[in-house]
């Protein structure tokens, strides 16, 4: 069975500072990872997506991830905060097309004047 | 602008009232989803329909009842709820479930309340 974890639930960073939020898989057989982000009151969007080969993939809003293989993980980073990147943060696994997506729990990034 | 749009946004209704949540998408997705979501947690899957067939039901209780018009629309028939299913139900759409990597297109949502 899948599972995702996202190791802390709570982020409070300054604005202009750098952010990494962690998520870690666990699955038996290739999978595609996600980044959703579902800012207060509104549905989620998503922010960046692995398929296949490079494993640093950019996103929407200046956001990237790195996929490690070997350490099952795909932790989000930004270089530079603002405050409208306050939101909830989903990470998402899904190991094939017919599967279903499978959310972690979810990092509250709070960014502070 | 959201390509998933659902109405209403706010339902405030009683044990014993039935309403409808309406969801509507336009990008010729054939893959449409009802997700549930409480506050400060995840999205819980409840339906999928595929095709305009439902594909999956998470085991949802039977005073939720899910409906496919066509391939634009969904809709989530309500009766009888329970406090504990206020929530914010998400709508949401894929191109389709099989061939391509599933990437979901979520609404705004319908913030539901059960007095």
């Known amino acids: 069975a899948q599972s995702v974890t996202q190791l802390d639930s709570q982020v409070p960073v300054f604005e202009e500072a750098p952010v990494e939020l962690r998520c870690n898989y666990s699955?038996?057989?290739?999978?595609?990872l996600f980044w959703y982000v579902q800012y207060p009151n509104q549905g989620l969007q998503l922010l960046l997506k692995?398929?296949?080969?490079?494993?640093l993939v950019k996103g929407i809003n200046g956001f990237e991830a790195e996929f490690n293989k070997s350490q099952t993980s795909f932790h989000l980073r930004k270089p530079s905060v603002h405050i409208s990147d306050t939101a909830e943060y989903f990470c998402?696994?899904?190991?094939?097309?017919?599967?279903?997506?499978?959310f972690g729990p979810g990092t509250s990034l709070s960014v502070i004047p | 602008d959201t390509e998933v749009t659902q109405t209403p946004k706010h339902l405030v209704m009683g044990m014993t009232n039935k309403k409808s949540l309406k969801c509507e998408q336009h990008?010729?997705?054939?893959?449409m989803y009802w997700y549930k979501q409480k506050a400060k947690k995840p999205p819980e899957l409840m339906f999928v329909?595929?095709?305009?067939?439902?594909?999956i039901n998470e085991s949802v209780p039977s005073r939720f009842s899910p409906e496919c018009p066509n391939s634009s629309l969904l809709n989530l028939h309500l009766h009888a709820l329970q406090p504990e299913d206020s929530a914010l139900y998400l709508c949401?759409?894929?191109?389709?479930?099989?061939?391509?990597?599933?990437?979901?297109?979520f609404g705004e949502g319908s913030r539901l309340t059960v007095l």
């Open positions: 949401a759409s894929s191109q389709e479930r099989g061939g391509n990597t599933g990437e979901l297109f």
């Open positions: 699955s038996s057989v290739s999978v595609y």
């Open positions: 692995y398929l296949s080969g490079s494993t």
């Open positions: 998402a696994v899904k190991r094939t097309s017919y599967d279903k997506v499978i």
């Open positions: 990008m010729g997705h054939r893959a």
């Open positions: 329909y595929s095709y305009e067939k439902l594909s």
